[in-house]
């Protein structure tokens, strides 16, 4: 008599035997060949993912910023260069007697602005000095005035003057 304990056993390693494949020295049947082709199509390349986009664009590139080699991001330079003009702080201003550092002497004093930046480094800068976005265009008593190049595509107006002041009651007023 057989117990009934012994066909579900039986069921289940004829599913496992089927589930491995056909034996060797057996041809591959058409089930076979479909399973090993998704097997390839599913797995990533063993270096990792590469997007194939095969004569289509890649939906998770924006269309509103150009790719390509000669529109890369620019590259940040060490010192003021390398600062966008929020990431400096303004901790000081100088007046200098000569005209900001100029080396023919002026009829009125320059002024010598003190940045701290994020480096924890502090620059001293003259007018006419380059940031990673703008460029330093008055430097008064309290206030340093940049002129910042706008870098929104659709952005009708290209520069922008931002004020940054030894003060912020100052700021908040402008």
Known sequence: MKSPTLKP?????ACALMAAGPATGQAPTADDKVKGLLDQELEPAPGGYTYNPQGRRDPFVSLIKPVGPDTGAKTRKPGMEGFLIQEVA????????????????AEKPGYIAMFLGTDGKSYFVNVGQRLFDGQIVAIDGTTVTFRQEVTDPLSPVKTREIKQSLYASEEARQ
């Open 90 to 105: 303004l901790k000081g201003i100088v007046k200098t007697p000569g005209g900001g550092g100029e080396k023919s002497v």
């Open 9 to 13: 056993l039986a069921f289940l390693a």
